[in-house]
């Protein structure tokens, strides 16, 4: 059963760490955050919206379009970030 209103502690630890937290829960986070930019809002995106969303904002290409000159296709886009020839 969900609770009205409960937003779990990970959300402003993000915040905390000088992250921008991605926030799937309750529809009233916006009153509980400093400011509507301090977080991203994926309680009405799609999966794919929101990797097409945090892809252009890390500046990194979608899966299955990063390529490693020694392995080829990456087998673990999340970490993709990490590899020297995708910067």
Known sequence: MAVPDYVSEK??????AGTV???????SIRKFMPADDAFID??????????ALLHR????????QVRSPQ???AGAPHLT???????
């Open 11 to 16: 959300a402003f630890e993000a915040l905390f």
């Open 21 to 27: 937290p991605v926030y799937r829960g309750t529809n």
């Open 42 to 51: 994926a309680n009405d995106m799609t999966a794919p919206a929101l990797a």
């Open 57 to 64: 904002l890390a500046g990194t290409a979608p899966m299955g």
């Open 71 to 73: 392995y080829g296709t």
């Open 81 to 87: 970030h990490l590899l020297p020839w995708d910067r």
